[in-house]
């Protein structure tokens, strides 16, 4: 599917009579980005131990190689990585089919000079699209994909693939990139480079994301500790009570009881020259 998404923004900068210009940089943007996906899926699976390697340089493939290499996460937390893999990798496959059954109707419509351009006055400025006129009866066909196949079939299904590819994505990153999986699901699935983020990650160890919080909760645990101990402070995890020798009573001048049980006396009394109201002084009266 990346590389009907490259095809369609290079499709931005070229003319429509020029399709085939849009499917050849797309091509070769698909082909660079897949090797990196390939070597990044070859190298995490060689050092998992996992069979079958030479699928990760397989177009379809590659995708249930993918919920493979995630299998150390469920999705949901119950469903088998490999499942919604498999699941994907066979509507990618149909997915490529009708896309490329539509980019072959397109070009054939182009070619017979049936599709034309019209220009129309907008809120912000002139709007064109493309209508088809004068089909002939042998690309009949044609027109119907031209007009059907995209708005009602293909982009139904893709968003039900997008759906599985999150959830694929996901748990592959939370696997291999567990601190930043959600950055990375997010911009693979916006932007057809997540080839690039399966390269960067091929050298990190795969690990169940229970696992990684448990170990960053403890981290962050053995962190605080560190804290409090270094700045002389009791440990509220420890359960420690005060350091008797550190500990310094603001109140300990009061007559009230301290920690040991013996009674302090009380300290002078600030407003003594006011009068205390035993003699009579008491300046309110």
């Not at 998404?5 to 900068?13: E, F, H, P, R, V």
């Not at 990760?56 to 993918?66: E, H, L």
């Not at 149909?94 to 599709?115: E, Q, T």
């Not at 420690?240 to 020798?245: D, E, K, L, S, V």
Request: include cysteine.
């Amino acid at each position: 599917m990346d590389f009907f998404k490259y095809a369609l923004y290079a499709l931005q900068w070229v003319d429509t009579q020029q399709l085939w210009v849009s499917l050849l940089v797309g091509g070769i943007c698909f082909a660079l980005v897949f090797i990196f996906q390939g070597i990044g899926l070859y190298v995490i699976a060689a050092r998992e131990g996992v069979r079958h390697k030479w699928m990760a340089f397989v177009p379809f493939a590659n995708t249930y190689f993918i919920g493979v290499l995630a299998k150390k996460n469920r999705v949901f937390g119950k469903v088998d990585t490999q499942k919604f893999a498999l699941v994907a990798a066979v509507l990618e496959c149909v997915l490529f089919g009708g896309f490329l059954l539509y980019y072959i109707a397109h070009y054939k419509l182009i070619d017979a000079g049936c599709v034309y351009e019209v220009i129309e006055d907008g809120h912000y400025g002139p709007v064109s699209h493309f209508v088809l006129k004068h089909v002939p009866p042998e690309l009949g066909w044609a027109a119907w994909c031209y007009e059907m196949l995209y708005d009602y079939i293909l982009s139904w299904m893709y968003l039900v693939f997008l759906f599985l590819q999150i959830m694929v994505l996901s748990a592959f990153f939370q696997t291999y990139a567990a601190r930043r999986y959600f950055l990375f699901t997010l911009v693979s699935v916006l932007f057809p480079i997540q080839g690039i983020f399966i390269f960067a990650v091929r050298k990190n160890f795969g690990m169940g994301y229970r696992d990684y919080m448990r170990v960053e909760q403890e981290r962050q645990y053995r962190m605080y500790q560190q804290y409090y101990q270094q700045n002389g402070n009791f440990d509220p995890y420890n359960s420690q009570p005060p350091r008797q020798n550190n500990y310094n009573d603001p109140y300990q001048n009061n007559n009230f009881n301290n920690q040991n049980g013996n009674v302090q006396s009380a300290p002078d009394d600030p407003f003594s020259g006011f009068g205390n109201g035993k003699n009579g002084d008491d300046p309110f009266n």
